[in-house]
């Protein structure tokens, strides 16, 4: 009979050891993918000189006034590419001609990471996206620009944060409330993303 117990004992302690297993594999993933697309972004935007940005798009995102040509998707990461290379905006500008619009090159669903993203103060109201859309995009020479849709209402506006300025994106698991691994993506003005 204690044989059992401890048995029992120790296969409930092997269970929970691999669930924070996964746990820290899932957030290492995550913060791994998205340094990624961003190292992935700011390399193109340099190789090519010409803005390349990535959009985080919260779960309840839905831009109820933004222009038909403007595409919104909830609970995405969106990679762009400006179409007009000579451009000084760097947000999507909207209601250009099919052949000027910018480029989505990729998309990617933040549900395929497991995670969630949370951004460094200054970016986007409470940091954790919900319904807001965030953006970090870098020129043609390579200058790092972050911007937000704080509002939804489909118009980016600059969230100031200076060209020199660090930004941390912190992947952590789903609906974070116990203090799960976290990890933290550091996005240089000027040099690649890092991811742990």
């Known amino acids: 009979m204690v044989v059992v117990a401890i048995v029992g004992i120790l296969g409930a302690m092997a269970a929970y050891s691999l669930s924070s297993v996964n746990e820290i594999g899932r957030v290492n993933g995550g913060a791994q993918g998205i340094a990624n697309i961003l190292r ?8 090519e000189r010409c803005t390349y940005y990535v959009q985080f798009n919260g779960p309840a995102y839905t831009a109820l006034t933004a222009p038909v040509d ?4 909830a609970n995405t990461i969106i ?9 000084n905006i760097t947000a ?9 619009r910018d480029r989505r090159v990729n998309d990617y669903s933040m549900t395929e990471f497991g995670t969630e993203v949370v951004f460094s103060p200054g970016i ?3 940091n954790r996206l919900t319904t807001q859309s965030a953006s970090i995009g870098w020129q043609g020479d390579g200058t790092r620009v ?3 849709d704080d509002n939804a ?3 980016s506006a600059d969230t100031g944060i200076a060209a020199g300025g660090l930004v941390a994106l912190t992947i952590q698991t789903l609906n974070d409330s116990d203090g799960l691994p976290k990890r933290t993506v550091t996005v ?3 040099g690649p993303a890092e991811a742990p």
């Open 40 to 47: 992935s972004a700011r390399a193109r935007a340099i190789m």
């Open 70 to 73: 403007v595409p919104r998707t």
């Open 153 to 155: 209402d489909g118009t």
């Open 124 to 126: 986007i109201a409470g």
């Open 146 to 148: 972050v911007w937000s």
């Open 92 to 100: 999507y500008v909207p209601g250009l001609a099919a052949n000027l």
């Open 79 to 87: 990679v762009w590419r400006k179409n007009n290379c000579q451009s």
């Open 188 to 190: 240089h003005a000027d």
